[in-house]
């Protein structure tokens, strides 16, 4: 495994293997990695000869008031992790060669980045188009790696690739969850012991929400009031939205006659934490 931090060099490295014939797949992460992280990198060395893994905490997309200063990082444990994962190249850029001090372009996107969690973090989706137009820009991939965890950023990026015509084919990988069903996130290590065990009531919620769909349940408010009832039932979890959305468009929908993506945010103290589902698949 090389580690390349300058994005001139690894654009360079990139058109040379791209060269050779060889097939390039990203993997971007923001580091402190997990099961999550590794199980894209897996499906990255199944679709390509050459697995690139960023490792980059990207300032743009944090809010003002927001942990990018307190967001976990361990770059030498990281590294570990990539080469036993087969990485080839890491690519670990600093920020003041990502972002030069008069910056003025950015990747906007109008309709999808507005609900969810375009609601409470208004600058996050763009923030996350732009650096990931960036690293393909950058690392040149034939094909890149997105997790389902993180629903609306997959469908935002898709998006992207489609209205911006990046030559980039978007694979997903399913949630990786602990064994008792938390989603994986950076971001549980904010949680205490108490908040962790509450957490589990998201996974709770979303069950309940597959049971009923599967029972035959299609009304929307229905399907959600019982989540809520799970949620406020059994933590102190503040949730921060709570939604059934068209799979595609990601608006609001009342019946669930077509895919639907269930998706949540719910804050445990300093931890906000994100997980979902898609039913009528
Ligand atoms: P992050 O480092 O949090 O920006 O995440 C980097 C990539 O890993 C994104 O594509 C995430 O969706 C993905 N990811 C994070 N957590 C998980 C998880 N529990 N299961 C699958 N993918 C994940």
């Not at 990931?132 to 389902?148: D, Q, R, S, T």
């Not at 015509?165 to 904010?190: C, H, Q």
């Not at 669930?256 to 934490?273: K, N, Q, S, T």
Request: proline share 4%; charged share 25%; glycine share 8%.
């Amino acid at each position: 495994m090389i580690t390349i931090q300058h994005p001139e060099q690894m654009q360079a490295k990139a058109i040379e293997l791209r060269q050779q014939g060889k097939r390039l797949v990203l993997v971007p992460t923001m580091g402190f990695l997990h099961e999550g992280h590794l199980s894209l990198m897996r499906i990255a060395r199944q679709r390509g000869d050459v697995i690139i893994t960023s490792i980059f905490v990207n300032p743009s997309q944090f809010g003002p008031q927001e942990d990018l200063e307190a967001y976990p990082r361990d770059f030498e444990q990281d590294e570990g992790l990539c080469r036993n994962e087969g990485v080839d190249i890491l690519f670990y850029p600093g920020i003041e060669t990502m972002y030069l001090p008069d910056v003025s372009v950015y990747v906007d996107e109008t309709l999808l980045s507005r609900g969810l969690c375009g609601l409470t973090r208004p600058t996050h989706f763009r923030g996350v188009l732009t650096i990931v137009a960036k690293l393909f820009n950058i690392c040149l991939p034939h094909a890149a790696v997105f997790g389902e965890k993180d629903a609306q950023q997959l469908r935002l990026l898709r998006r992207m690739v489609r209205d911006l015509n990046f030559p980039v084919e978007m694979v997903s990988g399913p949630i990786v969850r602990e064994s008792d069903g938390l989603a994986m996130s950076t971001r549980n290590k904010y949680l205490t012991d108490n908040e962790r065990r509450e957490a589990l009531c998201l996974r709770h919620s979303l069950d309940l929400a597959e049971e009923c769909y599967a029972g035959g349940e299609r009304d929307v408010s229905t399907i959600l009031d019982a989540m809520q009832g799970v949620i406020t039932g059994s933590s102190s979890g503040v949730i921060d939205y709570l939604a059934a959305v068209d799979d595609e468009n990601l608006e609001a929908i009342d019946t669930i006659d077509r895919p639907a993506l269930i998706a949540l945010a719910v804050r445990f103290g300093e931890a906000r934490l994100l997980d979902n589902t898609v039913l009528g698949l």
